[in-house]
């Protein structure tokens, strides 16, 4: 299985972006997929998950701000990015998980993607 991770880039304070993630290599539907991120020096964070029943989970720092969604067909899963700030400033690391009903800790996630960089400056 592979995570393919798109959409990172800069933009300026309070803008906004979309990262996407597709899985490839599998006919299995992944129960769960969603985004982690890990600034350096840092322990990996959770960013926001969803599963394939649509339910939803963000972590303290993103919520009201960012928005996951998925396309379950697909295996792809998106993250509407608003309001961005610098703290954003981080990689972002797709995560996905072929059971289970989240992600409670990193060791939770069965794949990862490449991460992707998102800047947050002016």
């Known amino acids: 299985v592979q995570l393919q991770a798109s959409g990172g880039g800069l933009v300026q304070p309070g803008g906004s972006l979309i990262l996407s993630c597709a899985a490839s290599g599998t006919a299995f539907t992944m129960n769960v997929m969603g985004w982690y991120r890990q600034a350096p020096g840092k322990q990996r964070e959770l960013v926001a998950f969803i599963t394939s029943g649509g339910s939803t989970s963000y972590g303290d720092s993103v919520k009201g701000r960012f928005t996951i969604s998925s396309d379950n067909a697909k295996n792809t899963v998106f993250l509407q990015m608003n309001s961005l700030k610098p703290d954003d400033t981080v990689v972002y690391y797709c995560?996905?998980?072929?059971?289970?009903?989240?992600?409670?800790?990193?060791?939770?996630?069965?794949?990862w993607g490449q991460g992707t960089q998102v800047t947050v400056s002016s």
């Open positions: 995560a996905a998980r072929r059971y289970g009903l989240g992600f409670v800790r990193p060791e939770d996630v069965d794949y």
